[in-house]
C-alpha cells in the first residue's frame, strides 16, 4: 500500500480505486518511457480531454510541469497533448490572427522574401492567388513541426544548465512542452495585436515581455535554485528562445516555399 499523489488515497494496485491514476514508476521519466508514450499518445486519441483545466494550468507558470513531476496527472492533459491542443489552437486562429503570406510579405522590409516568393511563383507558373492560398494552407502544419524539434532542442539545454540537478532527459522534456505550449498562445496573441494596428516589432516585443517573467517564475517553480542562479540560466534560455523560434519561422517559410 502507498499513497496515490494525485488523491492521497492508499494504493494496493496499479490504478488508484479514488481517481483512477496510474500507479507512477521511477523509470517513467526515461527517455524510453517517453517515446513509448508519446506514440501511445497518438495511436490512442480517444482520451477524454481536460482542456479547460490544461489551458488555465499553462498561465501558471511552472504549474503544469511540477503537477506532472510530482505525479499529480490525472487532471490535466498529458504533455504531449498539451502540446498538440496548444499547436492546434494555433493552426486553426493562425489566418485570423494574420499568420498568411500576405502579412509576411508587408512586414518583410528587407525585401528578401518577397524575392524568394516572386521567383517560387514564376518557377512553379502559378497565379499569385493560388500561390498564396496553398502556401497559406501549409505553412502553419510545417511550422508546428519545427516547433515541436524546437521543444527538443530547448530539453536539451535545459539537461546542461541543470545538470547538477541529475534529471533524466524526460523531466526537462516535460518543461519544455509546456513552455512551446504556452508560447504558441502568446504568439497568437501577438498576431491578434497586430490586428488593433501594432507592428510587426512591436507585437514581437510585447510577446517577449510576457515570455520573459513567465520563464523565470516557472525555472523557480520547478527548479528551485537561487534567483540569481535562475537568472543568469533565464538569459540563456530566453536568447535560446529567440534563436529558435526565429530559426523555426525561418525554417518553416523556406520548406513551404519548396512545397508549394
Not at 492533459?77 to 498538440?84: D, G, H, Q, R
Not at 502559378?126 to 496553398?134: G, W
Not at 524539434?149 to 539537461?159: C, D, I, N, P
Not at 535562475?230 to 525561418?250: D, P
Request: charged share 15%.
Amino acid at each position: 500500500m502507498s499513497p496515490c499523489p494525485n488523491c492521497s488515497a492508499e494504493v494496493a494496485d496499479e490504478y488508484c480505486p479514488r481517481c483512477g491514476q496510474r500507479r507512477i514508476h521511477d523509470e517513467e521519466l526515461s527517455a524510453q518511457h517517453f517515446v513509448k508514450e508519446v506514440v501511445d499518445e497518438v495511436t490512442s486519441f480517444r482520451t477524454k480531454f481536460k482542456t479547460l483545466q490544461t489551458l488555465r494550468g499553462l498561465l501558471i507558470p511552472g504549474f503544469l510541469t511540477s503537477e506532472y513531476l510530482a505525479g499529480r496527472r490525472q487532471p490535466h492533459l498529458s504533455p504531449f497533448k498539451a502540446y498538440v491542443v496548444c499547436a492546434a489552437i494555433f493552426f486553426l486562429s493562425a489566418p485570423v490572427a494574420g499568420f498568411t503570406l500576405a502579412s509576411m510579405l508587408d512586414a518583410d522590409q528587407s525585401g528578401a522574401l518577397r524575392r524568394l516568393v516572386t521567383a517560387r511563383v514564376a518557377e512553379r507558373q502559378l497565379d499569385p492567388s493560388v500561390f498564396n492560398a496553398r502556401f497559406d494552407a501549409r505553412v502553419q502544419s510545417v511550422y508546428t513541426v519545427t516547433l515541436g524539434a524546437a521543444a527538443v532542442v530547448f530539453a536539451l539545454m535545459l539537461q546542461a544548465v541543470f545538470r547538477k540537478q541529475h534529471w533524466p532527459y524526460g523531466a526537462h522534456l516535460v518543461f519544455a512542452l509546456h513552455y512551446i505550449s504556452f508560447i504558441y498562445l502568446v504568439t497568437i496573441a501577438a498576431g491578434l495585436s497586430r490586428r488593433i494596428g501594432l507592428s510587426i516589432d512591436v507585437a514581437a516585443l510585447g510577446g517577449y515581455v510576457v515570455i520573459l517573467p513567465y520563464l523565470f517564475l516557472a525555472l523557480k517553480r520547478v527548479y528551485r535554485e537561487s534567483n540569481r542562479a535562475l537568472a543568469l540560466k533565464g538569459a540563456v534560455l530566453i536568447l535560446l528562445t529567440i534563436v529558435l523560434n526565429n530559426l523555426a519561422s525561418s525554417i518553416a517559410i523556406r520548406v513551404t516555399l519548396g512545397l508549394v
